[in-house]
C-alpha cells in the first residue's frame, strides 16, 4: 500500500471514530442549518451520533430538536419551506448527495412517531407492510419470521401473538408505539429516530417502551427526543441541549446531569426555563 492510499485509508476510519472514546460514530451533522421560509430554525449544528448509543436531544420547545432529528432521514424533505444546509453522514456517507436513495436511506435510517400511528389494517400488515415494499421476503414463511422477529424485538409478541389479524389500531396506545417500533424494526434499520415517543403513554406504558429502548441500543443506534429530564437520563448515554436553534452542548449523559458545562443546560434540567 502506498503512502497516500494509507494516509487516505486513516482519514476515512478516524473519520468515523470519536477522537476520545474511540466509539464509532455511525451519523455526524457537520454545520447543518435549515431554514423555514425566511426563518433560520437551526445554526451551524455539529453532533456526532454514536454507534449503538442512545443519544438524547432535549431543550425548550421550539429549540430545533425535531428539526434537527427531521434531518437526520430526510424528512425535512417533505416540508416544502424547509431548506437544509451543511452536511450530514450515514457511515461517513453524504446523506443529502443526489445520488442517494430517500426511501432506502428512510429504511436504514428508521422512525417512530409522537403519537402512535398505526396503520388502519391488521397488526400483522402493520409490520409487514415495510419488508413487503422492500422485498425482504421471498415467501409468506420468511415473512411471518420477519414479523414474528420484529414483535419479538419490540416486546409485544406475547401480547399479540394470538390476535394478528386483529387491527393495529384496536391496541391500547403502549402497544401501539411499541407495534409501531416493530414496524420500524421490520425493515432491518441501522438508526432508529424517536420524536417523543412516550408523550402519549401512561407511565406504565412509558416505562415499558424505554426498557425497549435500552435493549434495542445493543442492536441499534437510537436517537430520541424528549421534554423529560429523567427520561433522557433514564435512557441515554449522550445528550444534546438545544437552544433557540444552536447546540449548546453535547456529551456523556451523566456529566450533562450533574456537571453540565453551559449555564443555559444547568438551568434547563434544574427546570429554571422552558
Ligand atoms: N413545518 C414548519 N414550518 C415552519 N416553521 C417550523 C416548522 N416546523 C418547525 N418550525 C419552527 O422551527 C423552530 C424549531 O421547531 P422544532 O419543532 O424543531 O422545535 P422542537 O425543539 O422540536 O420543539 P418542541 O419541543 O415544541 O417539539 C420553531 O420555531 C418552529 O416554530
Not at 478516524?14 to 425566511?38: C, F, L, P
Not at 409485544?156 to 403502549?174: A, C, F, H, M, Q
Not at 436517537?223 to 456529551?251: C, D, K, P, W
Amino acid at each position: 500500500m502506498n503512502i497516500m492510499t494509507e494516509k487516505t485509508l486513516e482519514q476515512a476510519v478516524s473519520s468515523q471514530m470519536s477522537a476520545q472514546t474511540n466509539e464509532v460514530i455511525k451519523m455526524r451533522g457537520d454545520k447543518v442549518t435549515v431554514h423555514y421560509g425566511e426563518k433560520q430554525a437551526l445554526f451551524d449544528v455539529n453532533l456526532d451520533i454514536r454507534q449503538n448509543q442512545v443519544t438524547a436531544l432535549i431543550g425548550p420547545s421550539g429549540c430545533g430538536k425535531s428539526t434537527f432529528l427531521r434531518c437526520l432521514n430526510r424528512m425535512n424533505d417533505t416540508i416544502d419551506s424547509a431548506k437544509v444546509g451543511g452536511k450530514i453522514t450515514l457511515d461517513s456517507e453524504d446523506i443529502y448527495d443526489p445520488k442517494i436513495d430517500v426511501v432506502e436511506l428512510r429504511a436504514r435510517v428508521g422512525m417512530v412517531f409522537q403519537k402512535p400511528n398505526p396503520f388502519p389494517k391488521s397488526i400483522y400488515e402493520n409490520v409487514a407492510y415495510g419488508p413487503r415494499i422492500h422485498g425482504l421476503a421471498k415467501n409468506k414463511a420468511e415473512m411471518d419470521r420477519i414479523v414474528e422477529s420484529s414483535l419479538q424485538k419490540a416486546a409485544i409478541w406475547n401480547e399479540v401473538k394470538d390476535r394478528l389479524g386483529e387491527p393495529g389500531t384496536g391496541l391500547s396506545g403502549g402497544q401501539q408505539q411499541r407495534l409501531c417500533i416493530a414496524r420500524a424494526i421490520a425493515v432491518s434499520p441501522e438508526v432508529i429516530l424517536m420524536d417523543e415517543p412516550c408523550s402519549a403513554l401512561d407511565p406504565i406504558a412509558t416505562a415499558k417502551v424505554e426498557e425497549l429502548i435500552d435493549e434495542l441500543r445493543q442492536n441499534y443506534t437510537i436517537v430520541i427526543v424528549t421534554h423529560s429530564m429523567q427520561q433522557a437520563a433514564r435512557v441515554s448515554q449522550r445528550t444534546a441541549m438545544f437552544h433557540l436553534g444552536y447546540l449548546v452542548e453535547e456529551g456523556a449523559t451523566d456529566k450533562m446531569f450533574t456537571n453540565p458545562d453551559d449555564k443555559r443546560t444547568q438551568d434547563y434540567i434544574t427546570g429554571r426555563f422552558g
